[in-house]
DNA sequence: CGAAGCAATGTATGCGCTTACACTCGCAAG
DNA sequence: CTTGCGAGTGTAAGCGCATACATTGCTTCG
């Protein structure tokens, strides 16, 4: 934490310019082997750590690049955390009986969990840094301009920035939009089949399961994504004449709570119905627990189905069918499109869509398959 | 994509100077209410986007700090994704029938996966971006000395980068130490009470369950944290004047198919100890994976447990007992002392230890519990 | 033996900002 | 009518590096 050397520092003690560090640094080939182990041996001798932020103003490049994403609801009502005194903390161990029951408080982003792992894992390949950025109420666009301001190209999960803004801030950055649906814009598009995948799913519990009646619990009215497989679910009933209400009936809000109280509801009928279609795998699995409650056994008596992927979904009982979207995959081809953009500016906009897989599993299937 | 707008370009729209400009961007309540608006006006309509490099440069802070990490094993050899072609590419969907044998083959990170959510979350409070940075092989030397151009300040999960190299970087950024144990350094710790879990828990095997003959299961020789949670096994033992083993006798890999590899063996002995005791969730699921295809009931026949407290534990059958960590807490707190670190870079260095919480559940518990 | 060419290194400029300091007012106090 | 002062703004000096261009010292070839 003393002052800490630069390429000055480095130069004078290697008798050499500050170019010939610099070149050591960049291109070492260009420098003469003698030199150039005389230049490392000063900057080992003195501990030299180059400034990121000297380098990406001179060469106008980062080697940076940005994830933004809106933030969980959970982030808005989340306590302090004490930091113990600046001595050892005690430390310690409870012990407590987990009983099933006890309630889950922890916040779950399953999905975004793996976004940003496959994010991270491209990004590690392609030699870039990765830089997270989570946006939040009126903070957000702040946020992401900043991170725009300090990146080489910037990941936007849709929704979580305007598209005027977004436009806007193309015109400094190379923007990709993960996992929305394809806009009349100029940026480069990476998006997962929703439509095909809930419309795949949903055929084949008219076709091979028979269900006829089938109710679909939508998360949120503001989701592309919710909007699209809701478009796939309509899609698979009009392609066998078969009708739908014009807009989901049934409202969850992806959280796993929401989909019990949806649940609760639903069981409260006198007559359920064959197939409840969840929008996300947290819902589907709330409608299960309230099945569960009531003594209604799935998929017998009610077949439910997810989508997503997640992991609570396969390792749940009994264990969700859904459509598993390619996540890892979306934040790595992302990392591809912003590279290859990059590389080469003047390409046209590229819009890629991953395809998806229908996962069945005994929350729909006869269980002679279990 | 045309050459950015600058201070300078925003000072002369605004007919004033770019100090003004600066000023209205960073201390808004320095300049005249009139003057600010007509700034901001020429922010908007230039789109201007600060430059993060020169911002950095110029105020030798960048309000990034950054997280380092050892890479996971299954990163090197990862398949490239084929970026399709410019048009949209077809997406769809296929339908698989999802037997529970079907081999998992993504990659699981689940405990990272939490610390990094609780270190986003506490960036984007503290008003951080943050910089994730994974090291991988001979590249991370590399790859963390150039983070520590960059931020502020710099999280390092323990036994990502060596001693030396740790104390050669803190003289530039200040250092928070992870999840490792207290050496006799300045840096910075946070800690989780890895002995204190271990001790705890098998104590209660002891003590409560009446187990006598306990194996361990560590998962890898470097990994301080398992060093830590054999001490507590140990401890546990030695207070009851129970004999172990100098070293763990069974040796996973902390991954899932180890712990199957490790089961098997076990299942093959002709007597099985009462309870085997794991070093992580991954691993104990393994084993229980083996006892239930070697027909061995878990917990009648063979008690199993686990370390972390991994959603997967939460959710299988049995339901994992193990020792929770507070993953998401880890990460908040390190962001909170490298905040501190960084208001205060003379305080002597701290060390917090958070403590753990012995979950127990049915992969130990007397049946009645269930 | 001299000119040309090349490899290796040095010199000097500027990237876009922050900030110490200088400066200009307008106004209250002397 | 000065002087002093503070609020508001401008001037200018870097921050630490990359890089275009200049320079040097050799080698090579005519």
Redesign the pocket.
Known sequence: MTK?P???DV?HHA?????????V??RPD???P???ERVLGSVAALG????G???G????RTGVIGLFFQGLDAMDDLGDIALEGDEASAGGARIIRDVPERADTRVLNLYFDEVLRGCELESWRSGFSLLVGVGRGDTATQTVRDMAGRVDGLMVLAGSASEEELAQLSRHVPIVVMAGPRRGDELDHVSVSNAEGMRALTAHLIDDLGARDLEYVSGSVDSPDDAERWDGFVMAHVERELSTPATPTLRGDFTRDGGRRVGRELMQRERLPRAVVCANDQMALGVIDAARIAGVTVPDELIVTGFDGIDAGRLSTPRLTTVRQPMETLGRVSVQALARRLAEPKLPAMSVRLPVEVLLRESSEPSSTS
Do not use: E, M, N, Q
């Open positions: 800490a630069t390429v000055y130069a008798g050499v310019s500050i170019a010939t560090v610099s070149r640094l960049s260009d420098v003469k003698a030199t150039r030299y750590v180059p400034s932020a000297a380098r103003l001179a060469a106008r």
